[in-house]
């Protein structure tokens, strides 16, 4: 496979379940990030990680955790959500350099719905 | 802070006619400005960025987009539209921070009418 994946494309949970998002990237980037996807809003970015350290938390509810073991793989770890929370989250991933103006490479997403 | 805006949330457009996405921005520091799309069930990518240099870029797909700074504006352009370049177009600004925070706007959904 290449570019970025995302597993699963569709999830629904009740607001007891526990569930996780996967993000993996084939591109041999450094930085990995989640963005929330909610109809008629701006891309909400949510985490970002460089070199698996967590660089940006973006004032997200704990009942949001991430999780970078590696470079290369990125989990979105959910827990009691609240029916708001269904949006698409999508990963991404870019190079981190002294470049400015790196590209990010998006995956499909996670459409999530929240009963 | 840096903004964008999008002042266009939908813009219909018959095939084979052109088109003009906007897009401003604010910013009290230098910029890096994206133009994203996003197909159905897709997530985005990138059709064209400005860096420094010419300020018209040309992309993907036949796109292209002119950087004013004095107008603070970013605005895409295609001549000639297709019934596939309907889609979701995301202007978006970067910030070099320790990280390339990137900042988007809401987003325009452009429709081709065949």
């Known amino acids: 496979e290449t570019g970025v994946t995302q597993t699963p494309r569709h999830l629904v949970m009740g607001m007891t379940n526990k569930k996780s998002l996967k993000c993996e990237q084939h591109?041999?980037?450094?930085?990995m990030y989640w963005y929330k996807q909610s109809a008629k809003k701006p891309l909400e970015l949510m985490f970002v990680y460089n070199f698996k350290e967590q660089t940006e938390n973006n004032s997200v509810p704990s009942r949001f955790s991430p999780e970078c073991p590696n470079s290369s793989h990125l989990f979105l770890h959910l827990h009691t959500l609240q029916p708001e929370d269904s949006a698409l989250y999508l990963c991404?991933?870019?190079?981190?350099?002294?470049?400015?103006?790196?590209?990010?490479?998006f995956g499909p997403g996670t459409r999530l719905l929240v009963l | 802070a840096q903004s964008v805006t999008q002042l266009d949330s939908q813009v219909p457009v018959f095939e084979e006619a052109p088109v003009e996405l906007r897009c401003n921005y604010s910013?009290?520091?230098?910029?890096?400005l994206f133009w994203y799309v996003q197909y159905p069930n897709q997530g985005l990518q990138l059709l064209l960025k400005y860096l420094s240099g010419s300020t018209l870029v040309k992309g993907i797909n036949g796109f292209e987009a002119e950087f004013n700074k004095s107008q603070t504006s970013f605005h895409l352009r295609k001549p000639s539209v297709h019934i596939s370049d309907t889609a979701e177009y995301f202007c978006a600004v970067s910030v070099k921070t320790s990280y390339d925070k990137v900042i988007f706007g809401p987003g325009t959904s452009l429709s081709v009418i065949p």
């Open positions: 591109l041999g980037h450094n930085a």
């Open positions: 910013s009290s520091v230098s910029v890096y």
């Open positions: 991404a991933s870019s190079q981190v350099s002294a470049k400015v103006g790196e590209t990010q490479y």
